[in-house]
C-alpha cells in the first residue's frame, strides 16, 4: 500500500484546512487508515481514525469537535478537514493504514506540513 499526503500549508488561528491521503497499491476494504502529526521536538502523536469499510470514526481528545476524518471509496483517499485551528495544531501531519487484524500501522504517507500561526 502507497501512501500519498497533501493539502498542508499555512493558515491563522481559527481558520481552516483539509489533507487528502491518497490510497494506491491495493483496495483497502478492510483495513483503517488514521492520521497522526508531529510537532517540532515532540513525539508523534494520533489524531484520529476511521474503519475504511464501515466509516466509524475515532479522534484524540485534542481534536475531537474540529476536525472531521472522512474517506471517498471511489477514490480511495482519504481526508482530514480541520476546522478552528489553533497554533498548537502546528505540526507535521502524516497519513498511516493497517489491516483491521493488526495493531500496528504498516504503510505510512510522506507527511505534509501544517502551519498555524497566531
Known amino acids: 500500500v502507497q501512501l500519498q499526503a497533501s493539502g498542508g500549508g499555512l493558515v491563522q488561528a481559527g481558520g481552516s484546512l483539509r489533507l487528502s491521503c491518497a490510497v494506491s497499491?491495493?483496495?483497502?476494504?478492510?483495513?483503517?487508515m488514521a492520521w497522526f502529526r508531529q510537532a517540532p521536538g515532540k513525539e508523534r502523536d494520533f489524531v484520529g481514525s476511521i474503519i475504511w469499510s464501515g466509516g466509524s470514526t475515532y479522534y484524540a481528545g485534542s481534536v475531537k469537535g474540529r476536525f472531521t476524518i472522512s474517506r471517498d471509496n471511489s477514490k480511495n483517499t482519504m481526508y482530514l478537514q480541520m476546522n478552528s485551528l489553533k497554533p498548537e495544531d502546528t505540526a507535521v501531519y502524516y497519513c498511516?493504514?493497517?489491516?483491521?487484524?493488526?495493531?500496528?500501522?504498516?504503510?505510512w504517507g510522506q507527511g505534509t506540513q501544517v502551519t498555524v500561526s497566531s
Open positions: 497499491g491495493r483496495t483497502i476494504s478492510d483495513y483503517v
Open positions: 498511516a493504514t493497517r489491516r483491521s487484524t493488526v495493531f500496528e500501522y504498516e504503510s
